[in-house]
């Protein structure tokens, strides 16, 4: 990462970027009008790090969010309703997964979204609530091509052959393609499982696969940095996962060290690189203090070790994962 205060380039501006409604009342009582994207699919970025690790960045459609959510509006305790009125959108944002071929086997980080995802209505029929949340606020444009296990049978990798997919967190456009991995176990923090549970909040439920039954994660392992535990993931010690909460119940994020430098795989901690310089806060945290925490422990990581950074739904991941910065 490069420590310049300057602010990186704006997002590029992409074809079919969402028009908002021009009034919080079409945000309120029916969607608001949007066009679908005219780009042709992103192509997987592949690197191979010092150490011979592949790592693949493959982006499962896109979506828009409501610039509320992307940027914490004040007061901070109406900020989901902020959201709902907000009649402002972001423009089209990548839904990025990662595959890594570590020598001890593959391992997958998050699962975009299906194609499905696309017809809200019927994707989420059996939950009114998400399909109420999801289409007024979160649309999502995928295609069959776009998929995670097409674009990874495109790369010679088996979905079949995973035994490893760590979640970020349980948010829809993460889980999505969790029914690609029959045979792997998936890894989520128990604060996430156990909230999710308790009280969905993005989580949809009604889609979960019935191969999903995680293991929990519980950070048992020591300290790194400014983070106060990890959980180690491979027995070499190259690859781990960080308690990163504040987004959702129990958010975590997947870290890969090189001779030279470390990948951070960081789901939804940050929206841009620049969240994360400028430690802004969005409009979706599950818990603000949290959430601030992370992004402080995160900053201050990034600035001792030079650090990747690869959220989610940043336009310029792909790019810094290309380019190692
Ligand atoms: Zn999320």
């Known amino acids: 990462m490069r420590l310049s205060t300057q602010r990186p380039a704006g997002h590029p501006a992409r074809a079919g970027a969402l028009r908002g409604a021009h009034h919080w009342r079409h945000a309120f009582v029916r969607p608001s009008r949007h066009s679908p994207p005219a780009d042709v699919a992103v192509p997987p970025v592949t690197i ?28 901070a305790a109406l900020r989901l309703l902020a959201i709902v009125l907000d009649p402002t959108w972001t423009p089209l944002l990548p839904i990025l997964t990662w595959v890594i071929e570590h020598p001890e086997g593959l391992v997958v980080i998050d699962t975009g979204e299906r194609a499905a995802a696309s017809d809200i209505d ?3 029929a059996a939950d009114p ?25 495109g790369l010679g990798l088996a979905p079949e052959a995973v035994r490893t997919v760590v979640l970020t967190h349980l948010h829809g456009d993460h889980t999505g393609g969790m029914g690609f991995f029959p045979y792997a176990e998936f890894l989520v923090a128990r604060a996430e499982y156990e909230g999710q549970l308790r009280r969905p909040l993005g989580a949809v439920r009604s889609l979960w696969p019935p191969c999903f039954t995680p293991r929990l994660i519980d950070y048992d392992g020591p300290a790194l940095g400014p983070f ?15 308690p990163t909460p504040g987004h959702s119940y129990g958010h975590q994020s997947v870290l890969l060290r090189d001779e030279e430098r470390c990948y951070l795989f960081a789901g939804d901690l940050a929206f841009s690189e620049d969240q994360l310089r400028t430690q802004g806060l969005q409009g979706i945290a599950h818990d603000l203090d949290q959430a601030r925490a992370t992004l402080e422990r995160t900053w201050r990581f990034a600035r ?20 190692g910065e």
């Open 129 to 153: 609530a998400n399909r109420w949340f999801f289409k007024r606020n979160l649309p999502m444009y995928v295609t069959p091509a776009e998929e995670l296990a097409t674009q990874m049978r």
């Open 228 to 242: 106060p535990a990890i959980h180690p993931l491979s027995r070499a010690g190259d690859l781990l996962i960080l």
């Open 304 to 323: 001792q070790t030079p650090t990747v950074f690869l959220p989610s739904h940043d336009p310029h991941a792909l790019q810094r994962l290309r380019e």
């Open 48 to 75: 191979t790090t010092r150490t011979g690790i592949r790592i693949h960045g493959i982006q499962t459609g896109v979506l828009a969010v409501k610039r509320a959510h992307a940027t914490l509006r004040r007061p």
């Open 122 to 124: 019927s994707y989420m």
